[in-house]
């Protein structure tokens, strides 16, 4: 089956941009720039380079754009290409390994963050607040899939397209980190405090 | 009661479809602790969907346009006039010398053609009898340059239909 990716005025607005109208790729950037920017500050923890590898990743899209085949949808092949960049920044700066998962499993231990004292957790009591620290120190792999599907409102097929995942493997991490910080959730809060 | 599953909780408020919704929307009608556990999951889908957005500065699109390098036109030259012109030439002058016995014979080529550039029997092409080779040379010549102009004014699309037959994507 034949799968139209693009929509016409994709279609149009690549064809403008490939006839030498750099001004129209403002639009792409437009469109992109969140998906762009999220799976850079989830893969990249130094912040004063976040805008400069989100750069360099548009003018890769730009460069790249002849050879785009249409045969996936444009928000893919820009996460790809998001994505790809920031591993490749990661390998040549030498930073701690993204992709390290440990043995894959979970537990609300691994992800509870540093000892807090009352004081603290009485500062934290914000449920949202909570699961923000939370959903921080989820592994990178596990934030980037949560953000690229609640966020950005990608499907499982296009994070395992960007990702070079299996499928499975995408669904699986995106069930096992929502529980999780659900079951967090649990130890700490009642019903009343949920359905305030 | 069998409670509903982390699972099942998860794909209903993702929305997709289970063959028995209609079976987790009832059970969730009369089941405080599933229904419990689905307040739990909204808090948490609330949040994810909550999440700082990742801010870039204002002069980002500007910034980015500013640094576009010039597109390589690899091939436009091949679309430009004077090269097609200019190819068209060289594969008239390419056949003339293939059909050519002699220099001699080259040199009454070019007296004929300079003959019919000024305007001297253009398109009487019997007149051309007395140089078959030339006759020869001439629909060799003019099928090659209607061949070549159509290629390379299609060259830059053709090549990109190449391009995206293979990996696309694998940047």
């Known amino acids: 089956m034949n799968v139209e990716y693009l929509t016409e005025k994709e ?150 397209k960007i990702m070079k995942l299996p499928e499975g493997t995408v669904k699986s991490y995106l069930f096992r980190a929502r529980k999780l910080l659900k079951e967090n959730l649990l130890t700490r809060y009642n019903r009343e405090d949920l359905c305030a | 009661m069998k409670h509903l599953t982390d699972l099942e909780l998860q794909l209903y408020l993702d929305g997709s479809l289970l063959p028995d919704n209609k079976k987790i929307v009832s ?67 390419i056949t003339v010398l293939y059909y050519g016995e002699s220099f001699a014979h080259l040199k009454n080529v070019f007296v004929s053609l300079g003959e019919k550039i000024l305007g001297y029997n253009y398109l009487n092409f019997t007149s051309l009898s007395q140089y078959p080779e030339l006759s020869n040379s001439l629909v060799e010549y003019a099928i090659a340059s209607v061949v070549l102009i159509l290629f390379y004014a299609k060259a830059e699309k053709i090549i990109n239909f190449f391009k995206n037959k293979t990996a696309t994507i694998s940047i």
């Open chain 1, 11 to 160: 279609k149009r607005l690549v064809e403008t941009i490939l006839s030498g109208d750099k001004n129209a790729f403002r639009q792409i950037i437009s469109d992109y720039q969140k998906l762009v920017s999220h799976i850079v500050n989830k893969m990249i923890s130094n912040s004063s380079v976040h805008e400069d590898l989100c750069q360099e990743v548009f003018i890769k899209v730009y460069k790249n754009l002849s050879g785009f085949g249409s045969n996936s949808k444009l928000s893919t092949w820009i996460g790809k290409i998001s994505y790809n960049h920031c591993l490749n920044y990661i390998e040549k700066k030498k930073m701690p390994a993204w992709s390290d998962l440990g043995d894959g499993t979970l537990s609300i231990d691994s992800v509870s963050g540093d000892f807090k004292t009352p004081l603290e957790l009485t500062e934290l009591s914000d449920i949202s607040e909570r699961l923000r620290e939370q959903i921080n120190n989820l592994p990178g792999k596990f934030r980037l899939i949560l953000t690229m599907y609640h966020l950005d409102e990608l499907k499982y097929g296009e994070i395992a």
């Open chain 2, 27 to 93: 059970h969730l009608a009369g089941c405080d602790i599933c229904k419990l556990e689905l307040e739990r999951y909204k808090t948490v889908y609330a949040e994810l969907k909550n999440e700082d957005e990742a801010i870039l500065s204002a002069s980002f699109a500007d910034k980015v346009i500013a640094a576009l390098p010039e597109k390589k036109q690899s091939f436009a030259f091949l679309n430009s006039e004077s090269f097609m012109y200019a190819t068209a030439a060289v594969m008239m002058i």
